[in-house]
């Protein structure tokens, strides 16, 4: 019998993600998937999942669920407060950052993200939607895979496998696991991802191919602004509200291949930082460029947090890279090493 969660509420924006689809910008199609995909891979590898498996994208305020059987979910990404309801109707807060191991009949609530934007959940054997171009994911842009959840949604789950879930829940017992109502979860925790200076993102950037086109008195305003967050953002793009940048002769720029973390400047003055789901061409110049490895920062963006740009060098990327896959690898290994049982 196929097992479900049950959407009570959808949230703000709750969205199907997994990694997301690579190899078809060349029909317009840009990767989408998690906007944090690190911070899906360590849900889906609490509850002993493949990376690549389906998970939930929270924004904001998140749902409410019902999970009819006993499931073993994680939540990392931003801070948040959550709490879970027992069959009998008692009311808790649930830890976030973990393993946790849900009741059957229980009934959990997303409330609002103390620190940062956005959460990643992942369910043991992942969601089972159907694979859409070799992915999962909710592509709202394009319209492709699950629409945002809605009320009345029934999940599908994947079958996960026992012998994982025993391995996990028998580590979890040794670091002072308790099996009882309404959920059973480990005292240790992973860091959330929320930046440090959040709700101030200092975001590192490359001057872009049309940099030049400013003036010196435009690229320092660029740089120095303390950019707002226009509410109307989205996963395709995100606006910054500020004083604005106005070119006066960008009519000879043409249509050429963007990609994530591309800060364009439209004719209004007001940049757009491009994010997972962004068009896959565009004619506006682009005047900065957020390097790879610091586009996951966009992902807490919200219309409470501010951004500012800071000019960086090749270099200085090259080491900020290596020292985040360092970490990574170390984050990784030590996850699977609590794992074991």
């Known amino acids: 019998m196929q097992k479900i969660i049950q959407v009570l509420h959808p949230g703000l924006l709750t969205t199907i993600q997994d990694l997301g689809r690579t ?26 999942n493949l990376d690549t498996d389906a998970g939930m994208e929270i924004t ?18 931003a801070e948040c407060s959550v709490s879970i309801k027992s069959p009998s ?18 009934t959990v609530e997303w409330h609002h993200t103390r620190l940062g934007f956005r959460c990643w959940i992942a369910v043991a054997g992942g969601l089972q939607f159907p694979k859409i171009l070799h992915s999962r994911s909710s592509h709202l ?26 391995e996990i829940l028998t580590a979890l017992q040794k670091t002072g696991l308790t099996l009882g109502s309404p959920y059973s979860a480990g005292r240790w925790r992973l860091k959330a991802s929320t930046p440090e200076s959040w709700p101030i993102i200092h975001l590192p950037v490359l001057k872009g191919r049309h940099f030049s086109l400013l003036s010196d008195i435009q690229a320092e305003r660029t740089l120095q602004t303390l950019w707002h967050i226009d509410p109307q953002s989205n996963r395709q793009g995100i606006r910054l509200n500020g004083p604005p940048v106005l070119l006066t002769d960008t009519a000879h720029i043409p249509s050429e291949p963007v990609r994530q973390g591309t800060v364009q400047l439209p004719p209004d003055g007001f940049p757009i930082l491009l994010s997972c789901e962004h068009q896959t061409t565009g004619g506006y110049p682009r005047i900065l460029e957020i390097p ?20 960086t060098s090749l270099d200085e990327v090259d080491t900020a890279a290596i020292k985040m896959n360092q970490e990574w690898k170390r ?5 699977s090493d609590r794992l074991q049982p």
Not at 89 to 106: E, F, Y
């Open 23 to 48: 190899g078809f910008q060349h029909i317009a199609i840009s990767c989408g998937g998690a906007m944090d995909p690190r911070q899906m891979i360590l849900a889906n590898q609490l509850v002993g």
């Open 60 to 77: 904001g305020y998140g749902p409410t669920l019902h999970f009819p059987n006993d499931t073993l979910i994680a939540c990392t990404g």
């Open 89 to 106: 109707g008692d009311k808790r807060p649930l830890p976030t950052h973990r393993p946790v191991l849900i009741q059957a009949n229980s």
């Open 141 to 166: 842009a394009a319209g492709i895979g699950k629409p945002i959840l809605a009320r009345g949604d029934k999940i599908p789950i994947g079958e996960a496998n026992p012998d994982t879930l025993d």
């Open 292 to 311: 790879g490895c610091f586009t996951h920062l966009l992902a807490h963006a919200s219309p409470s947090s501010r951004i500012r740009f800071r000019l």
């Open 331 to 335: 984050i990784r290994q030590s996850l």
